[in-house]
């Protein structure tokens, strides 16, 4: 079957004026309509083809669809943006870790100065009173 006659045959459907034949490891040529791809045996009729372009959940012998639209040589690609976004994901929670340590040291430094500050203010308190050594027991 050459792609002149498949596109006559298959006129009407989206994508058939730009047909395109390439050749699967197994022998099967792969036709290409639009987004679909069509993996087609030997024995496949014009019928046939046009039936699993039109409703790909209908089984059909002599064709396999990737009804993803995902071809498999892209694959390869779709995994390395997946890995890409994983490791652009895992460096920004690695950056909220040192932002997070970063906001609790300064918390740790805010409530050290204001003990120090508290423990001078009731040191300097007991020094113009009368109470002394008793301040100790409100520490």
Do not use: W
């Not at 197994?26 to 290409?32: A, D, F, R, T, V």
């Not at 790909?56 to 690609?77: A, L």
Request: no cysteine; proline share 3%; net charge negative.
């Amino acid at each position: 079957m050459s792609a002149y006659e498949l596109k006559a045959a298959l006129k009407g459907i989206e994508g058939s004026e730009h047909l395109t034949v390439s050749y699967a490891s197994n022998g099967n040529q792969i036709l290409h309509v639009g987004d679909k791809e069509i993996e087609v045996g030997p024995m496949a009729s014009n019928d046939e083809i046009r039936l699993a372009l039109l409703n790909p959940f209908i089984k059909t012998e002599n064709t396999k669809m990737s009804i993803t639209g995902i071809r498999p040589g892209d694959v390869k690609g779709i995994l390395q943006k997946v890995r890409d976004r994983q490791a652009g994901s895992l460096a920004r929670v690695g950056e909220l870790a040192s932002k997070s340590e970063e906001v609790a040291q300064a918390m740790d430094g805010v409530t050290s100065a204001g003990i120090r500050e508290l423990d001078d203010q009731l040191a300097e308190l007991g020094q113009f009173s009368n109470l002394g050594p008793a301040l100790d027991d409100l520490k």
